[in-house]
């Protein structure tokens, strides 16, 4: 049985979620504690709605890139 893509399912992990989007994992898990319209709840875990925070990473750029991975500096 093959798995979805991750561009195919609507709802996402928070790991999903992190490598889809190319986010640090620190930043995305401290910044999942607020309250977000895309998080929705099956007991207690936490699922990502994708095409919701997809419109809300449209709506707000820098939110995207402040999640980011960090990059290293170049010697």
Do not use: C, D
């Not at 561009?7 to 999942?32: A, C, D, M, V």
């Amino acid at each position: 049985m093959r798995t979805a893509l991750l561009e195919q399912k609507n709802l996402l992990n928070p790991e999903e979620t992190i490598q889809h989007f190319g986010l640090s994992q620190r930043k995305f898990y401290r910044w999942l504690k607020e309250p977000h319209s895309f998080v929705a709840f099956y007991g207690k875990r936490k699922l990502i709605l994708r095409t919701e925070l997809e419109q809300y990473f449209r709506k707000h750029p820098e939110e995207k890139e402040a999640l980011k991975r960090g990059r290293k500096k170049k010697a």
